[in-house]
């Protein structure tokens, strides 16, 4: 089956028009938030918890323009599933009309059980539909912004790697403004690494000669 071609969302408002707000005025997202404070428990790597994420994730998506109501409730609660065991989907499908395009539009971007990163996005990049790209590029903007606060030199290569190589491509198919800012938020944490002394010891532990026993 052929790929779907999306067309690539270029604009970014400098802030939100009369059209706009009243569009957002009358999305009832209230429900959705309730049920993201479920996350407010767990913890995340670069600090806060996972409930700041999902709401993190929703302000990057108005910030680039996006006012959809499946869209923005999506992103309230687009790690539920991954990361609240024995989640009952139905509180998500019975929330209200929407439910049932959110519930489905939240599995695109969740990972399954035992399925590795990379087969999850790639998934995402031969098969997503435009919203979910949209949303997992927001949700990355936001992961790669607590980036800055990790200090495991390690887990940032590993992340930023990820993010260009499976990421980029995403963002480039969808928002050329989120492509642009993923690629500065990669080219600052690989900085990071560089001024750090990482890099150079990387580099000096991989040129070290073999000592034969």
């Known amino acids: 089956m052929a790929r779907v071609k999306y067309d690539m969302h270029v604009d970014k408002p400098t802030q939100m028009d009369n059209k706009s707000m009243l569009q957002l005025s009358s999305i009832f997202l209230a429900p959705y938030m309730q049920l993201a404070t479920a996350l407010i428990g767990k913890a995340r790597y670069a600090g806060g918890n996972m409930f700041r994420h999902q709401l993190d994730t929703m302000s990057i998506l108005i910030d680039y323009g996006y006012i959809d109501s499946i869209l923005l409730k999506a992103s309230c609660i687009h790690d539920v599933i991954e990361d609240i065991p024995g989640f009952n989907h139905n509180l998500i499908i019975n ?11 939240v599995l695109e971007v969740t990972k399954k059980q035992g399925q590795k990163k990379s087969d999850y996005l790639r998934h995402i990049i031969t098969s997503g539909s435009q919203k979910a790209k949209v949303l997992k590029c927001a949700d990355r903007i936001s992961n790669m912004i607590s980036l800055g606060f990790v200090t495991d030199p390690e887990f940032i290569e590993r992340y930023c790697d990820e993010t260009e190589y499976f990421v980029l491509p995403i963002a480039l198919e969808v928002d050329f403004n989120m492509y642009r800012e993923l690629i500065e938020l990669i080219i600052t944490r690989r900085k990071y690494l560089e001024d750090s002394g990482y890099i150079d010891r990387n580099k000096s532990e991989t040129t070290k000669p073999k000592i034969l026993k």
């Open 95 to 105: 929330i209200d009309e929407d439910g049932p395009d959110v519930y489905q539009l």
